[in-house]
């Protein structure tokens, strides 16, 4: 067995280094090279840009922005870009060494990359964050491509934005360049199913894992944290499928009913007003239930059977993971534990089910409008959810088979897999044996 510590910055704040950490508990599972493990310790190319842009009042301002990708060996780069006043480079090389991982655990043919712009896009107007979308391309154009390193959407982005995009990075090649971005709308060469696909793929975990802990929807209370694409969606399926959801939230809050919330009335009222309210609407009178309001520190200590942080990263780390009461979390946010609070959810004995296979189903059906884009064939809507909810189902059974087998955390033993299918690639490309012994 190979033995050698991750070579990371010792910066205890940096994101990168914390995910590290995880490939360091991974790499005592498996037998792969010192070269790949080398590889696999820096990002291919990281890029930092300036986004000179034209504001509404006339005003000239310059955006960060960031695109890294991370390593490509067993295809081009994938990864959404991400718009919050968080972003920074450190970020953007995390979420992109997660993506490697994820699409060799989904065993996609894509390597792992992530943008992002340093903004609160709330402040913009439509105009000028569209300017802002087709900057931020103008900028990475370079560095991008079907075959090179294709986008996304992620937090704070959207199909609209990825639309832009497209057009913009079209324009530049002076042809239409479809495969460039996914996450695009219907209209612009979008697949079917890709909206709903990150919650879709999260709720086929749940349900194949549901069966082992023999939990039953009615009977099963579910928080999530976090109500946009992802958290939103994820919690209409888990509410249609009888799970008792008690507790939502967003940016500003959240609200706990511990007899269940009517997701369909929050959701509506959210969409409509971008305000999370405790209602129960029936046809077009709608009332508020009994509720608490609640801070997202509580939601996350909240006494219920499932946890599911869907926002951010670093939700949960040393500082509360004492506090947290539920017994299984279901990762849809990108690191949204450090390594940290790991062990101590460990130690409580709460099974974690890790971003890199929970929130896979987004760049799975990324990866499946990227195949139509290219044979100019377009899927169902039933074809698409099947073969997700098929490749998602494989993959999570397959890692709990693998956590079960060598006695691991289901997380590491995620990694384990991933890291399978990356040495082999890597070490494809000819290792040290091969040259010293020639
Ligand atoms: P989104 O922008 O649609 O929603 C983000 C949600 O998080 C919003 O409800 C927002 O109010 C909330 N939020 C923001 N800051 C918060 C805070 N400090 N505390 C609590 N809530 C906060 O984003 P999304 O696409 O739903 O992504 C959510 C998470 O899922 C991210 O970590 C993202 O990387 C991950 N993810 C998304 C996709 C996808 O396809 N959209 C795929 C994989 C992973």
């Not at 696999?40 to 890294?68: A, C, E, N, W």
């Not at 959210?270 to 801070?295: F, N, P, W």
Request: aromatic share 8%; glycine share 8%.
């Amino acid at each position: 067995m190979i033995e050698i510590a991750m070579q990371y910055t010792d910066d205890s704040n940096s994101l990168l280094s914390d995910a590290g950490k995880r490939l360091e508990q991974a790499l005592k599972h498996v037998d792969i090279s010192e070269d790949a493990i080398a590889r696999l310790q820096h990002p291919k190319t990281s890029l930092s840009v300036s986004i000179p842009v034209r504001m509404d009042d006339g005003r000239l301002k310059v955006f960060s922005g960031y695109r890294v990708r991370y390593d490509d060996t067993r295809g081009a780069g994938k990864g959404g870009v991400r718009y919050h006043p968080h972003v920074s480079l450190d970020e953007v090389q995390s979420l992109a060494f997660w993506m490697t991982f994820k699409c060799a655990l989904l065993d996609l043919p894509f390597g792992g990359a992530k943008g992002g712009i340093t903004v609160n896009p709330k402040e913009l107007s439509k105009a000028e964050l569209e300017r802002l979308s087709r900057g931020y391309i103008d900028a990475i154009a370079d560095a991008i491509g079907a075959d090179i390193d294709s986008l996304a959407p992620d937090v704070y982005t959207n199909a609209t934005i990825m639309g832009w995009m497209m057009d913009q990075y079209s324009t530049i090649q002076r042809k239409l360049c479809r495969g460039v971005v996914t996450g695009k709308p219907l209209a612009l060469g979008g697949s079917k199913g890709r909206d709903t696909a990150t919650a879709m793929g999260a709720f086929t975990v749940i349900q194949a894992m549901s069966p082992k802990f023999q939990l039953i929807p009615a009977e099963t209370t579910v928080a999530i944290q976090g109500f946009g694409n992802a958290g939103s969606t994820l919690a209409g399926l888990l509410a249609e499928a009888g799970y008792k959801i008690v507790a939502v939230s967003d940016s500003k809050g959240g609200i706990y009913a511990p007899q269940g919330l009517d997701i369909a009335s929050v959701k509506k009222h959210k969409d409509q007003d971008r305000e999370m309210k405790a209602l129960y609407c029936q046809g077009t009178v709608c009332s508020i239930v009994e509720h608490q309001t609640i801070s997202n520190q509580e939601l996350l200590a909240l006494d219920v059977d499932v946890l599911i942080p869907a926002a951010l990263e670093n939700q949960i780390t040393e500082d509360n993971a004492a506090e947290i009461k539920a017994k299984y979390i279901f990762e849809v946010a990108n690191g949204p534990i450090n390594s940290a609070a790991d062990q101590i959810l460990g130690q409580k004995g709460i099974y974690v089910f890790p971003d890199i296979l929970v929130n896979a189903g987004g760049v799975t059906v990324s990866y499946f409008e990227w195949v139509q884009n290219r044979s100019g064939w377009y899927w169902t809507l039933s074809e698409v959810n099947q073969r997700l909810q098929a490749k998602m189902q494989l993959e999570a059974e397959q890692v709990w088979d693998l956590s079960k087998d060598l006695n691991i955390n289901i997380r590491t033993a995620a990694y384990v897999q991933a890291l399978k299918r990356l040495g082999t690639a890597l070490d494809a490309k000819g290792t040290r044996n091969y040259f010293v012994n020639r």
